[in-house]
């Protein structure tokens, strides 16, 4: 295992660990040596969601108070002819983007992001950060918002109107409220508006249809397929300068 902290610290090489130890042994390196953001590089993408349940179970049993996030980025399944699988690879490499454009200039938090990606998912290009940027928006709860502005929103961010909003890219309208699902978003949300005015933002449980935790902010991002027509960059340039990288 190749540790490449920012260029301020030296390379480290860990050897003799056996594949069933890299868990631990990445859970160790995000609490020694931590960073907003830590990128691990590993061959095989069939044990991405199991490396990434092990290092949260092993962070969390260090009793760690620093909070960590762990993410997939997938291949891109561009060739792939279940067009429901291609969805969820490329939703979930824009919630990626998405988390890391957040976190580009940040110089201080409480916690790690932890990204998950093989050689082969980190070589298939991205929008660039200026026109993902474009096509993605944050709602606050309490602020001003138009209402028909963020309808004419969501179908140009090619979201499907529905009667009822149960699956991600999908929206619903009922009244003064409307019912959104992220496709970065692990479930939709209820948006509550008085006038042109945010009032409440809710979780949703696409099943019962019913609301629950408040919410402070959403964030929509555009279709798969709008972003896909921009992409020509790498996720380097999403990067924060302090990013930690680890090749296991």
């Not at 992220?182 to 409440?200: H, S, V």
Request: proline share 7%.
């Amino acid at each position: 295992m190749d540790s490449v902290p920012s260029t301020t610290t030296p390379r480290i090489r860990v050897t003799g660990i056996c594949p069933a130890a890299h868990p631990h042994a990445l859970a160790e390196l995000l609490r020694t040596r931590p960073a907003p953001v830590w990128l691990a590089i590993h061959e095989e993408a069939r044990q991405a969601d199991t490396l990434a349940e092990d290092v949260a179970l092993f962070h969390a049993a260090r009793g760690s108070s620093a909070p960590l996030e762990v993410l997939v980025f997938p291949e891109a399944q561009t060739d792939s002819r279940d067009m429901r699988e291609a969805f969820h690879a490329a939703s979930d490499r824009l919630a990626v983007l998405s988390k890391l454009r957040g976190l580009r200039r940040a110089t201080a938090r409480s916690g790690t992001l932890l990204i998950l990606a093989t050689p082969a998912a980190l070589l298939q290009p991205v929008p660039p950060v200026e026109d993902f940027t474009a096509r993605e928006i944050e709602l606050k709860r309490g602020g001003a918002q138009s209402f028909q502005g963020l309808l004419d929103l969501l179908r140009s961010y090619d979201y499907d109107s529905e009667a009822v909003c149960e699956a991600p890219g999908q929206y619903a309208v009922r009244g003064g409220i409307i019912d959104v699902y992220p496709i970065t978003a692990q479930q939709p949300c209820r948006l509550d508006f008085f006038g042109d005015t945010l009032e409440e933002i809710r979780a949703l449980d696409p099943v019962t249809q019913r609301s629950s935790d408040a919410l402070d902010r959403v964030v929509i991002t555009a279709a798969p397929k709008l972003h896909a027509q921009a992409a020509q960059a790498s996720l380097a340039s999403y990067l924060n300068p302090d990013t930690h990288a680890a090749v296991l």
